[in-house]
């Protein structure tokens, strides 16, 4: 499973599987991460560890996926977003999910194009319900989440905190194809606008 999406400005990012091979990628990634970006995914200035990086490429199949967004740099692949979801053991058909990008890929329409896929690829390994949580303050991942048909419902434990959630067994919701893409060929084509 892999598929190509191009940006407003011409870039082509590749959109694949993570693999363990992958952990000089992950590596270099987060650490590439603006303070900003790095607290809005964890929730905390902590940056992850080595262990969780090679967790976060040495997946299990079974429970997890994650995919990356790649693209080349001076003939050199970089990874520029993530997205993943891992299965929920005590909730049969549940499964937690997040999303990060490079803080430049950010606005581009990169993470439509991501969760989409994400999405697709849930639905299509048995997930029914993807859930996740968000700073209440991040205004562009509640945005993209409402875009893609997620339920938005401040946590009751916390208000700096929303959860997301998103029924992918209700005939009724939205497409999980985004609305301003294209799929040919395997090639998304991305309009300039804000996601």
Known sequence: MSETWVAGDGTVVAIRPIRAADLALEQEFVNGLSARTG?????????PSLEELR????????????????????????????????????????????????????GRGLGTTLLSSLLDAAKTRGVRRLLGTALSVNGPMLELARKLGFTLARDPRSATVTNLARDLTDSRSRSLSPTGMCATDGVRRGRPKRT
């Open 55 to 106: 967790r976060f490429t040495d997946i299990d199949p079974e429970r997890e996926l994650a995919l990356i967004a790649t693209t080349a740099v001076h003939s050199r692949e970089r990874l520029v977003g993530v997205a993943r979801y891992v299965k929920d053991e005590y909730a049969p058909g549940d499964a937690e999910f997040a999303i990060v990008l490079a803080d430049e890929w950010q």
């Open 39 to 47: 607290y809005q995914r964890l929730m905390s200035l902590r940056r």
